[in-house]
């Protein structure tokens, strides 16, 4: 989308509103807060993994049980 706007000033002179800006900056905002969630995520499934191998089958899920 930055692209396009500024592909659209570059060849047609054409300034975008603020609407246009909103949009943008809410789509930009999205796409940083799931990148983030995600490396959040795989950080903690890498974690349980390890804990998986450590403790063998006895962890699952997230919860611990007995042998």
């Given at each position: ?27 930009i ?19 349980t ?19």
């Amino acid at each position: 989308m930055l692209t396009m706007v500024l592909f659209r000033f570059t060849v047609f002179g054409d300034v975008p509103d603020v609407w246009t800006l909103i949009g943008a900056s809410v789509i930009i905002a999205s796409g940083i807060y799931l990148l983030n969630r995600e490396r959040s995520v795989r950080k903690a499934v890498a974690e349980t993994d390890q804990s998986d191998q450590r403790f063998g089958s006895c962890v699952r899920y997230g919860r611990a049980f007995l042998p």
